[in-house]
Protein backbone atom coordinates (compact mmCIF):
# COMPACT_ATOMS: atom_id res chain seq x y z
CA UNK A 1 0.00 0.00 0.00
CA UNK A 2 0.82 3.62 0.02
CA UNK A 3 3.21 4.47 2.03
CA UNK A 4 2.28 8.22 2.10
CA UNK A 5 1.82 10.62 4.65
CA UNK A 6 -0.75 13.15 5.18
CA UNK A 7 0.46 16.66 4.89
CA UNK A 8 0.04 18.58 7.72
CA UNK A 9 -1.52 21.48 5.86
CA UNK A 10 -3.88 19.50 4.07
CA UNK A 11 -7.84 19.09 4.67
CA UNK A 12 -7.09 15.89 5.01
CA UNK A 13 -4.64 15.47 7.84
CA UNK A 14 -6.44 13.24 11.21
CA UNK A 15 -5.39 10.04 11.86
CA UNK A 16 -8.76 8.60 9.41
CA UNK A 17 -7.09 10.17 6.72
CA UNK A 18 -4.23 7.33 6.47
CA UNK A 19 -3.51 4.13 5.00
CA UNK A 20 -2.65 3.15 8.60
CA UNK A 21 -6.80 3.64 9.78
CA UNK A 22 -7.81 1.54 6.03
CA UNK A 23 -5.04 -1.40 7.63
CA UNK A 24 -6.88 -1.55 10.75
CA UNK A 25 -10.44 -1.36 9.37
CA UNK A 26 -9.20 -4.30 6.66
CA UNK A 27 -8.04 -6.04 9.94
CA UNK A 28 -11.56 -6.50 11.37
CA UNK A 29 -13.49 -6.30 8.72
CA UNK A 30 -15.22 -9.26 9.11
CA UNK A 31 -17.30 -9.08 5.69
CA UNK A 32 -17.73 -12.23 2.87
CA UNK A 33 -16.38 -10.34 0.31
CA UNK A 34 -13.35 -9.00 2.07
CA UNK A 35 -10.83 -10.31 0.00
CA UNK A 36 -13.08 -8.53 -2.95
CA UNK A 37 -12.41 -5.58 -1.12
CA UNK A 38 -9.20 -5.94 -0.93
CA UNK A 39 -8.66 -6.09 -4.55
CA UNK A 40 -10.66 -3.05 -5.37
CA UNK A 41 -8.63 -1.61 -2.91
CA UNK A 42 -5.41 -2.26 -4.02
CA UNK A 43 -6.66 -1.67 -8.20
CA UNK A 44 -7.95 1.71 -7.27
CA UNK A 45 -4.69 2.69 -5.72
CA UNK A 46 -2.49 1.53 -8.30
CA UNK A 47 -4.80 4.05 -10.47
CA UNK A 48 -2.50 7.12 -10.06
CA UNK A 49 0.42 7.77 -7.09
CA UNK A 50 -1.30 11.34 -6.13
CA UNK A 51 -4.28 8.79 -4.67
CA UNK A 52 -4.36 8.23 -0.92
CA UNK A 53 -7.24 6.51 1.29
CA UNK A 54 -8.98 6.60 4.76
CA UNK A 55 -11.58 6.23 6.01
CA UNK A 56 -14.94 7.84 5.67
CA UNK A 57 -18.02 7.42 6.16
CA UNK A 58 -17.01 4.31 8.31
CA UNK A 59 -15.66 2.67 5.00
CA UNK A 60 -12.62 2.73 2.85
CA UNK A 61 -12.59 6.10 0.60
CA UNK A 62 -10.10 7.53 -1.43
CA UNK A 63 -8.97 11.10 -2.58
CA UNK A 64 -6.15 13.61 -4.54
CA UNK A 65 -7.54 16.98 -3.75
CA UNK A 66 -11.39 16.05 -2.46
CA UNK A 67 -12.48 12.45 -1.47
CA UNK A 68 -13.88 10.59 -5.00
CA UNK A 69 -14.75 7.14 -3.64
CA UNK A 70 -16.07 5.03 -1.11
CA UNK A 71 -16.86 1.31 -0.54
CA UNK A 72 -20.61 0.55 0.32
CA UNK A 73 -19.84 -2.32 2.64
CA UNK A 74 -23.50 -3.07 3.64
CA UNK A 75 -25.04 -3.74 0.40
CA UNK A 76 -26.59 -7.27 -0.32
CA UNK A 77 -24.82 -7.11 -3.63
CA UNK A 78 -21.58 -7.62 -4.12
CA UNK A 79 -19.32 -5.15 -3.10
CA UNK A 80 -20.26 -1.52 -4.29
CA UNK A 81 -18.20 1.78 -4.58
CA UNK A 82 -19.76 4.98 -5.17
CA UNK A 83 -18.00 8.11 -6.67
CA UNK A 84 -18.51 11.41 -5.82
CA UNK A 85 -17.28 14.51 -6.08
CA UNK A 86 -16.61 14.96 -2.38
CA UNK A 87 -18.74 15.99 -0.04
CA UNK A 88 -19.62 19.86 -0.85
CA UNK A 89 -21.81 20.14 -3.70
CA UNK A 90 -20.56 21.83 -6.85
CA UNK A 91 -21.68 23.65 -9.75
CA UNK A 92 -21.38 21.59 -12.93
CA UNK A 93 -21.86 21.80 -16.55
CA UNK A 94 -26.18 21.19 -17.35
CA UNK A 95 -25.59 17.50 -18.00
CA UNK A 96 -23.48 16.56 -15.37
CA UNK A 97 -19.81 15.06 -15.82
CA UNK A 98 -18.89 13.17 -18.23
CA UNK A 99 -17.32 10.05 -18.13
CA UNK A 100 -16.59 7.26 -21.36
CA UNK A 101 -17.82 3.33 -19.79
CA UNK A 102 -17.96 1.52 -22.65
CA UNK A 103 -17.87 -1.37 -20.29
CA UNK A 104 -21.51 -0.36 -18.65
CA UNK A 105 -19.97 0.01 -15.03
CA UNK A 106 -21.30 3.11 -14.04
CA UNK A 107 -24.87 3.51 -12.83
CA UNK A 108 -25.64 7.40 -12.23
CA UNK A 109 -27.15 8.16 -9.02
CA UNK A 110 -26.95 12.18 -9.84
CA UNK A 111 -24.95 14.14 -11.97
CA UNK A 112 -22.33 14.17 -9.86
CA UNK A 113 -22.62 10.60 -8.43
CA UNK A 114 -22.61 7.11 -9.66
CA UNK A 115 -22.06 3.31 -8.08
CA UNK A 116 -20.17 0.37 -9.41
CA UNK A 117 -21.33 -2.78 -8.41
CA UNK A 118 -19.29 -6.14 -8.71
CA UNK A 119 -21.41 -9.58 -8.81
CA UNK A 120 -18.61 -11.73 -7.00
CA UNK A 121 -14.75 -12.15 -7.24
CA UNK A 122 -14.48 -13.15 -10.77
CA UNK A 123 -16.76 -10.21 -12.08
CA UNK A 124 -14.20 -8.25 -9.49
CA UNK A 125 -10.90 -9.31 -11.29
CA UNK A 126 -12.50 -9.06 -15.05
CA UNK A 127 -13.51 -5.13 -14.33
CA UNK A 128 -10.30 -4.00 -12.73
CA UNK A 129 -9.64 -2.67 -16.02
CA UNK A 130 -12.19 -1.14 -17.09
CA UNK A 131 -12.94 0.67 -13.70
CA UNK A 132 -9.41 1.90 -13.78
CA UNK A 133 -10.15 3.37 -17.01
CA UNK A 134 -13.34 5.35 -15.19
CA UNK A 135 -11.33 6.42 -12.23
CA UNK A 136 -8.49 7.79 -14.59
CA UNK A 137 -11.20 10.15 -15.96
CA UNK A 138 -13.20 10.58 -12.92
CA UNK A 139 -10.09 12.12 -11.05
CA UNK A 140 -9.60 14.56 -13.21
CA UNK A 141 -13.42 15.90 -12.49
CA UNK A 142 -13.06 15.63 -8.55
Known amino acids: ?11 HSTAA ?11 TLDAPRKAQVQA ?17 WNAPSFRTQEYFA ?9 PM ?3 HLGAKARDLP ?5 IEDPAGLLKWLGKDRAQVVFADASD ?3 RIPAL ?4 RQWIRCA
Do not use: C, Y
Not at 70 to 78: P, S
Open 124 to 126: VHA
Open 81 to 83: LIL
Open 132 to 135: QAIL
Open 70 to 78: TFNLRGKQG
Open 94 to 98: EGGIR
Open 1 to 11: MSSKKPDASSR
Open 40 to 56: LREAILAVDPSIDEGIK
Open 17 to 27: DTTAAVDAFMS
